[in-house]
């Protein structure tokens, strides 16, 4: 009954609610777009990355230049580059407090090189980003596996193994266990790889969702023969207590002489962190969630005082209405109920109205994927959000001048009428 009554109040005021209806409908779209942002934001900042960048750093090599006087010629130094980077590594692995020193190409996190390749398991194919590492890149990074520890070669890491993110696995090997598993590899039809083990979903940055990606095995061999300072990305993660702020100055002036072997020397060392950070601003990422979380908080705020001011001045402007019930005999908290009601229904015919529209608007691509994929969870958690956060407003909105409004006493209330 109360609701055939609610529906009857509408339509008596039909003119007037016509009005805020359609209020009511932009104002879901509008809401419902900045609250998609910010799901999707929030979401992607707070899940994790699958890696560990703190107590990290990238050292940086460089060769001596051909035209400089301090380049050494085969004859004065026989020992090849990648001979002379091993060398390096190892002094670098015995510094104090190094836990342990990893090589990568196109792997490590905030990385500018990629390189993407189709893997091939029976009929199922799967393009995936390509990263270089050796064994310790898993320990610098805590990339872990699956079951919960450091992601490591199960079946043995050896040239021709490969280590699998989630996203790939669960692909290739749909409803199976991937690890042991064969599959072909990229680099030739007939080369055939195995599945060493799965990690975690891996992500470049904060800012990206999770994207594919197969480790193909680095080993001392292959880094010898195909080593380019330029390319190579050395990373080592410093033990938690021996970390401070001037490690890596310390690092540079102590180590400075014993990493200068034959051409090679050390061009710098900087924490990872600052990388990330560079990276970050110099592609926009972090700028970019300032800025709409700014404009997204400026609508919030204008949603916010535009509904609620609508609802307040309406439930003000039928006191008379409302005294007159009340002196009639309707219990005031009944009263208030029905004018909840009232505008939660408003509320929902409208909103129904408005998330086709949005339905529309997902269907046509015109929302962002950079950071989560259209789905529909995405879209009915974000719909269900933008619903309880419009009807919070209106209910605060008619509650409280809907309370005063009861408690007039007939006199007022026919002053009012």
């Known amino acids: 009954m109360m609701i055939k009554h609610v529906f009857k109040m509408i339509w008596n005021q039909r003119k007037l609610n016509a009005w805020i209806g359609a209020e009511l409908l932009l104002i879901s779209v ?18 994790p990355t699958g890696f560990d960048i703190s107590h990290t750093y990238q050292v940086d090599f460089e060769l001596v230049d051909k035209q400089s006087d301090d380049f050494l ?3 004065q130094h026989p020992a090849r580059p990648g001979d002379d980077f091993m060398t390096a590594l190892d002094r670098i692995r015995a510094y104090p407090g190094v836990e342990c020193v990893s090589v990568s190409l196109w792997g490590m996190p905030y990385s500018h090189g990629n390189s993407w390749a189709p893997l091939r398991a029976d009929t199922l194919s799967k393009q995936a980003q390509v990263r270089f590492v050796t064994p310790d890149f898993f ?30 696995a669960a692909d290739l090997f749909p409803g199976q266990e991937a690890t042991g598993k064969e599959l072909l590899s990229p680099f030739g039809d007939s080369v055939v790889v195995k599945v060493a083990d799965v990690t975690t979903l891996y992500r470049m940055t904060e800012y990206d969702k999770p994207n594919n990606s197969v480790f193909f095995y680095a080993g001392n061999d292959d880094i010898i023969e195909q080593y380019d300072p ?26 400075k002489e014993q990493l200068r072997i034959g051409n090679l ?3 710098d060392i900087r924490p990872v962190q600052d990388i990330a950070d560079s990276y970050n601003k110099g592609r926009g990422n972090s700028n970019e969630v300032r800025e709409y979380g700014a404009i997204a908080f400026f609508l919030l705020v204008n949603i916010f005082l535009g509904i609620l001011g609508t609802f307040w001045f309406r439930t003000q402007g039928r006191k008379g209405e409302m005294g007159l019930r009340v002196a009639l005999g309707s219990a005031p908290s009944r009263l208030q109920g029905l004018l909840i009601a009232e505008g939660l229904v408003l509320l929902t015919v409208s909103f129904a109205v408005a998330m086709l529209i949005a339905l529309n608007i997902t269907l046509t691509d015109l929302l962002d994927t950079k950071r989560m994929d259209l789905s529909v969870s995405r879209f009915l958690i974000t719909a269900a959000i933008t619903y309880v956060t419009m009807a919070v407003i209106i209910i605060a909105g008619i509650w409280y001048p809907a309370h005063q409004a009861a408690r007039l006493t007939p006199a007022e209330a026919l002053r009012y009428e």
Not at 34 to 44: E, I, Q, R, S
Not at 145 to 151: F, I, P, Q, Y
Not at 230 to 254: I, N, Y
């Open 73 to 75: 010629t085969a004859e």
């Open 230 to 255: 330029g390319s190579m990305e050395v990373c080592l993660r410093v033990e938690a207590d021996k970390d401070g702020a001037d490690f890596a100055q310390t690092f540079r002036r102590q180590m």
């Open 30 to 47: 509008v809401l419902w777009y900045v609250v998609d942002f910010m799901f999707t934001t929030f979401t992607l900042l707070y899940s």
């Open 139 to 168: 320990r610098v990074f805590r990339v872990h596996s699956l079951d919960g520890g450091l992601a490591t070669a199960k079946r043995g890491w050896k040239s021709g193994s490969v280590l699998l993110s989630a996203d790939v």
């Open 265 to 267: 020397y050390l061009m």
